[in-house]
Nanobody
Framework: QVQLVESGGGLVQPGGSLRLSCAAS????????MGWYRQAPGKQRELVAAITYGGRANYADFVKGRFTISRDNAMVYLQMNSLKPEDTAVYYC??????????????WGQGTQVTVSS
């Protein structure tokens, strides 16, 4: 059984930093793009950043220059600096995983809360 487990959320003051981690585990053959999404109350889930197997990253405009995504095998990280109150949301890890006998699908983590407040 494949699963994604996030960690690293919490409460931080504006201007502070947090690092999110996501670990993929199970009968994994390969992992293609991995990414982070977020969903604030009353809003749709939106892409924050994504990274290919080869390490090519892309970012939403609202986090460029502040957030950095990286990956290492079955782990993906999101370093968040200069956090703003509007970054408050539940952050979800996402990955396109090939598993078992060669099937592929998107998996989601359970989400981790990030709250930016003084």
């Amino acid at each position: 059984q494949v699963q994604l487990v996030e960690s690293g959320g919490g409460l931080v003051q504006p201007g502070g930093s947090l690092r999110l981690s996501c670990a993929a585990s199970g009968s994994i053959l390969s992992i293609a793009p991995m990414g982070w999404y977020r969903q604030a109350p009353g809003k749709q889930r939106e892409l924050v950043a994504a990274i290919t197997y080869g390490g090519r990253a892309n970012y939403a405009d609202f986090v460029k220059g502040r957030f950095t995504i990286s990956r290492d095998n079955a782990m993906v990280y999101l370093q968040m600096n200069s956090l703003k109150p509007e970054d408050t949301a539940v952050y979800y890890c996402n990955a396109r995983i090939t598993y078992g006998l060669g099937n592929s699908r998107d998996y989601w983590g359970q989400g981790t809360q990030v709250t930016v407040s003084s």
